[in-house]
């Protein structure tokens, strides 16, 4: 899977491993088709470099994290993005939802 032009810093899979979610220093999240290798869309919404992504338990919505403080939430069927967050002041550099998707952690540089 050719897509990124930097340093690839996440790898995830979706809950039903049908895609597969990449991040890095490019400062883009790309989506792509587990099976054929396909892009299927790029999110650059980010203007650092992008430590993490994780995807909702229900696999129809993305979460990702930055060096650039932020934590962004997209729609994947609709490819844009739906919400983000400033909660942090300084990098972030994970993310994970709860089973349950009601909630989302993230960790910060910041303590």
Known sequence: MVGHTNWVRSATFSPDARLISTGGDDKNVIVWNSETKAEITRFNDHAGVVFHSAFHPDGTTL???????????????AKRIIQHYDAHNNAVYKIAFHPSGSYLLSASADA
């Open 63 to 77: 979460a990702s994290c930055s060096e650039d403080k932020k934590v962004k939430l997209f729609d994947i069927r």
